[in-house]
């Protein structure tokens, strides 16, 4: 009996189910009418694979890697980089939340009779001796990070804020 080889699963790979129902929300750039540009709309080079991009983003963002380290199959870091801080200005990810919780609701129903809030405060990374003991003593840096999720124990929301505040 021959074996089969599996696909392995990774985490920051997009299915075609996913992307299908959130391509449609990726914020493009589009040239500015005011602007004389010195090429004409086509020319120069052809826009990435936004695929490939957004997951070169979850890439770095579950691997927690550095921009730079990220691998080259998911193009320059560079642009991985600018193209996530476009989507975050522009609610790209606040918007596919929200689209997930919606389509979550619909098809198991978002558990709303009872929510649990949770939350942890951590040292500012790399803060040393400047960050004392505890990160909300005397205004020193830190992180919180608040999660609030629903009866099934589904993330509604996430907030990451400054400890001291």
């Not at 959130?22 to 709309?41: H, N």
């Not at 400047?130 to 992180?143: E, F, H, L, Q, Y």
Request: proline share 6%.
């Amino acid at each position: 009996m021959k074996m089969e080889k599996q696909k392995s699963y990774k985490s920051w790979t997009i299915s075609d189910a996913f992307w299908d129902a959130i391509k449609d929300y990726i914020p493009f750039y589009k040239r500015d009418p005011q602007i004389e540009y010195k090429r004409k709309p086509g020319g120069g080079r052809k826009p990435p694979d936004m695929r490939k991009i957004l997951e070169g983003i979850f890439y770095v963002l579950r691997t927690g890697i550095q921009w730079k380290a990220a691998p080259r199959e998911f193009g320059s870091s560079s642009n991985l980089h600018r193209y996530f801080q476009i989507f975050v200005s522009a609610g790209f990810f606040e918007i596919i939340w929200a689209k997930g919780l919606e389509k979550y609701d619909e098809l198991e129903g978002i558990g709303w009779e009872w929510q649990s809030l949770d939350g942890s405060m951590t040292k500012s990374p790399l803060g040393g001796e400047a960050v004392g003991k505890n990160p909300t003593d005397r205004g020193k840096k830190g992180t919180k990070r608040s999660v609030l999720v629903d009866s099934h124990g589904i993330p509604l929301a996430i907030v990451v804020s400054g400890a001291n505040p």
